[in-house]
């Protein structure tokens, strides 16, 4: 299975991925893409299946902090996306470009995100949503497959730990899911955790203002993952089966 990560590898990339796509015709075929944004205030995360980049097979989206899978159905003219959820919200959303050399049409397959509003009943709020990741065929039905023998809700959970522990100074929690030895990569020279005692020497210097916003931000269900790695964020935080094994301080 091949994942593309478009968040994780940064804008440059994803221009370069748009750029190359003018060149030719999008393959055929299901995709599946992962999404990360906002809603309003709130962090989300949107799963979207479509066939030749152009159609909408199924979908669903996610708040950051309820994994819990909402269904959408959907419907793509050109540029505009429409998805529909069962509690009546309404995401009219359009395909842009961070590529100012782009050129329309714009479809899944050249755009790199989709920008709009969410509507329910009175209550609008502006969404703003980024590809994160993109690979062939259905959501798959296992994501951690490739990282864990665990299920998907279990992993999950640690992660979620270790973000909420993080944010909240809540430090016995971000230890116990650490997978030690933690690798730290600050701007100029990198640092290995082997201990707990260690963890906490060096707290405020790993968990920054900064790497502590990014993981306000992090959405952690339906992660993306890379040589049985599993990452957060745009990369700032990598786990593997056991727990945090680098962190990468912005």
Request: charged share 20%.
């Amino acid at each position: 299975m091949t994942r593309l990560n478009i968040g994780v590898l940064g804008i440059a990339l994803a221009g370069c991925i748009a750029s190359a796509a003018w060149a030719q015709e999008p393959p055929k075929g299901l995709t599946t893409h992962e999404l990360r944004g906002r809603l309003g205030p709130y962090p989300v995360g949107v799963n979207v299946t479509l066939r030749d980049y152009v159609q909408f097979v199924v979908g669903h989206y996610f708040y950051a902090r309820r994994p819990t899978d909402i269904p959408l159905t959907g419907q793509i003219q050109g540029a505009v996306v429409t998805f529909k959820e069962p509690g009546g919200g309404v995401f009219r959303l359009h395909l842009v470009s961070r590529d100012p050399t782009s050129r329309p049409p714009l479809t899944f397959y050249n755009s790199t995100g989709l920008k709009g509003t969410w509507t329910q009943g009175n209550k609008t709020l502006p969404v703003t949503l980024g590809f994160d990741s993109e690979y062939n065929g259905p959501s798959l039905t296992r994501w951690y497959s490739d990282v864990t023998d665990e299920p998907d809700a279990v992993f999950e959970t640690r992660v979620r730990r270790f973000i909420r522990g993080a944010i909240d100074g809540d430090k016995a929690a971000v230890a116990s899911t650490v997978s030690y030895p933690l690798r730290v990569n600050f701007a100029r020279r990198p640092l290995t955790i082997r201990t707990k005692a260690q963890l906490l020497a060096h707290w405020d210097q790993i968990f920054t203002p900064r790497l502590l916003a990014r993981l306000r931000e992090a959405v952690p269900h339906e992660m993306f993952i890379h040589e049985e790695k599993v990452a957060i964020g745009g990369g700032e935080v990598w786990f593997d089966a056991k727990g945090a094994v680098a962190i990468n301080v912005p």
